[in-house]
């Protein structure tokens, strides 16, 4: 299975922005209708790690959500991310856009290729999306990641 065949797909059913941000690392605009029918987008990535499931490739997908502080409530948090299906919530290191070294919050998810298929990444990139928008919405401040 072809990531950036199976993305395309994806993105031209939804009207996603797809972008080849460099080799093999893809970034999906996720558009996302509100109850009052406007739109909220959150970016989620997407790129191939090699061997990382008992020596297979997987899909790897996340959506960065802010940098994490010892202020954010970690707790409820967590309790809030009983809502992901596919995904899970982790901080992990990142570097800020100035190159600082930070920990980010990030949802992510890790699909083996060969347990998967298009209608499950299509899933995946959903809930990602949902998950990180609510998220960096209630401990970020919204869109400022």
């Given at each position: 299975?072809d990531?950036?065949t199976?993305?395309?797909?994806?993105?031209?059913?939804?009207?996603?922005?797809?972008?080849?941000?460099?080799?093999?690392?893809f970034?999906l605009?996720?558009a996302?209708?509100?109850?009052?029918?406007?739109l909220?987008?959150?970016?989620?990535?997407a790129?191939v790690?090699k061997?990382?499931?008992?020596?297979?490739?997987?899909?790897?997908?996340?959506?960065?959500c802010?940098v994490?502080?010892?202020?954010?409530n970690?707790y409820?948090?967590l309790k809030e991310s009983?809502?992901c299906?596919?995904?899970?919530?982790i901080?992990?290191?990142?570097?800020?856009t100035?190159?600082?070294p930070c920990?980010?919050?990030v949802v992510?998810a890790?699909?083996?290729i060969?347990?998967?298929n298009?209608?499950?990444i299509n899933d995946v990139?959903?809930?990602?999306?949902?998950?990180?928008?609510?998220?960096e919405?209630?401990?970020?401040g919204?869109d400022?990641?």
């Amino acid at each position: 299975m072809d990531l950036k065949t199976v993305l395309t797909s994806i993105c031209d059913r939804w009207k996603y922005k797809l972008d080849e941000t460099s080799p093999g690392l893809f970034r999906l605009d996720v558009a996302m209708k509100q109850t009052d029918g406007s739109l909220r987008y959150q970016y989620v990535y997407a790129w191939v790690i090699k061997e990382r499931y008992l020596g297979k490739d997987v899909f790897y997908f996340n959506s960065r959500c802010g940098v994490y502080t010892p202020n954010i409530n970690l707790y409820q948090m967590l309790k809030e991310s009983s809502y992901c299906t596919y995904c899970s919530v982790i901080i992990t290191n990142d570097k800020k856009t100035d190159g600082t070294p930070c920990e980010s919050v990030v949802v992510h998810a890790i699909q083996p290729i060969e347990l998967t298929n298009e209608a499950i990444i299509n899933d995946v990139i959903w809930d990602i999306a949902t998950n990180a928008d609510i998220i960096e919405k209630n401990y970020f401040g919204g869109d400022n990641n």
